[in-house]
Each structure stands twice: as C-alpha cells, then as structure tokens.
T-cell receptor
Framework: DGGITQSPKYLFRKEGQNVTLSCEQN?????MYWYRQDPGQGLRLIYYSQIVNDFQKGDIAEGYSVSREKKESFPLTVTSAQKNPTAFYLCASKGQGNQPQHFGDGTRLSIL | GESVGLHLPTLSVQEGDNSIINCAYS??????FIWYKQESGKGPQFIIDIRSNMDKRQGQRVTVLLNKTVKHLSLQIAATQPGDSAVYFC?????????FGTGTRLLVSP
C-alpha cells in the first residue's frame, strides 16, 4: 500500500541526547513536512522540504534539524537544544499543486 | 501572520443528527482549503477539500461550504455516527505551507 511510515511509534529521550525520528513515503511526493502537536492544540510546522537536498525552516525550527538526501525519506532530529521536546510528531507529504497533505501516524516523544 | 480558528473546541451531538463544524481563516489570498479528521493516537486523515473558485463541495455524508466574503469555512456531516467521533481540523493554503486551526472535538452519543 502507498503511504507514509513513521517510526518508532514511541520514543524516549534522555537529558542531553539527540534523537532521530524516521519518516518514509512511497507516494512519489516531492514535498515533505514535519509538524509538532501538543495536547489539545493544532499542528505547528517545524521544517519542510519541497525537493530533494533542499529544506526550509517552519514556524518552530529551533532545536530541530532535518535532512533530505532521498525523495522518499525526511528524518527529523530532536537535539538537546530543544528544551521541551515532549510532543506528538507528525510527518506529511504532498504531491504537486493544490493537493492535500497526507500524514503518517506519528511518533510520540517523551523525556525520561 | 496567517491564522485559522475554529469556533467551538467541542461539539456534542446525538447519533443520527447532522453536525456542523465551523472555521474562520485570515488570509484572503488562500485558494485551497482542507478538512482533516484525527482520531486519538493517529495522524490526521484527509476528509474533503475545496478550491476558492467553488463555494460548495460534497462527498460521502460530508459537505464543505466556503464563504470567501466573510472568510468562513464549514464542514457538515450528515447522519453523524459514533465512528465520526474525532477531532476535526480545517487548514488553509498559505505560501508553501498549510495553516491549521486548533481543532474541534466532535463527540457523538448513542
């Protein structure tokens, strides 16, 4: 089936540790996105990439980093600089033009 | 900056009723709007979209209405079922990204 796969589903981070969240899509979409969702709130954009080897900061990029070396993959690293990393992280991808973004089922990150 | 807001954080309905979820957006240049449904612990699921050259679009049991004059969007769900219980988000297309509202939780009681 075509879709977006996020892993792991649950992740725990120790103080001072960087962690990487995986996002893979087989929809042949050029654009990919990372969002953060806090309880009872909407989605806030962390980073997005319109094409391979290019990405832009979203509204809350501080403490996060990304790479886009392959079209199908857009991993997100939550660095130790992100002081409040506990959240639900969602990855999405989109085809060209006015098309809806398609979402994975998220990774829930918690602090140990 | 751009914003999208939903009118009610929670909407409670009886099974079989019609539900209406409202949304307001700020960017008059937005030309594309989407409604998503999010169940607990899952990612948002696409429901229906509408482009700014339309004022109504219908899907299976769902209808989206767009009023560009007052920058208002609504999602109507006919004959609401328990499986419709979820958080519903509207989103408007901004420059290279979607702007999401905060969501309305729809509670359906039997």
């Amino acid at each position: 089936d075509g879709g977006i796969t996020q892993s792991p589903k649950y992740l725990f981070r120790k103080e001072g540790q960087n962690v990487t969240l995986s996002c893979e899509q087989n929809l042949n979409h050029d654009a990919m996105y990372w969002y953060r969702q806090d309880p009872g709130q909407g989605l806030r954009l962390i980073y997005y990439s319109q094409i391979v080897n290019d990405f832009q900061k979203g509204d809350i990029a501080e403490g996060y980093s990304v790479s886009r070396e392959k079209k199908e993959s857009f991993p997100l690293t939550v660095t130790s600089a992100q002081k409040n990393p506990t959240a639900f992280y969602l990855c999405a991808s989109k085809g060209q033009g006015n098309q809806p973004q398609h979402f994975g089922d998220g990774t829930r990150l918690s602090i140990l | 900056g751009e914003s999208v807001g939903l009118h009610l954080p929670t909407l409670s309905v009886q099974e079989g009723d019609n539900s209406i979820i409202n949304c307001a957006y700020s960017n008059s240049a937005s030309d594309y709007f989407i409604w998503y449904k999010q169940e607990s612990g899952k990612g948002p699921q696409f429901i229906i979209d509408i482009r700014s050259n339309m004022d109504k679009r219908q899907g299976q049991r769902v209808t989206v209405l767009l009023n560009k004059t007052v920058k208002h969007l609504s999602l109507q769900i006919a004959a609401t079922q328990p499986g419709d219980s979820a958080v519903y988000f509207c989103a408007s297309q901004g420059f290279q990204k979607l702007v999401f509202g905060t969501g309305t939780r729809l509670l359906v009681s039997p």
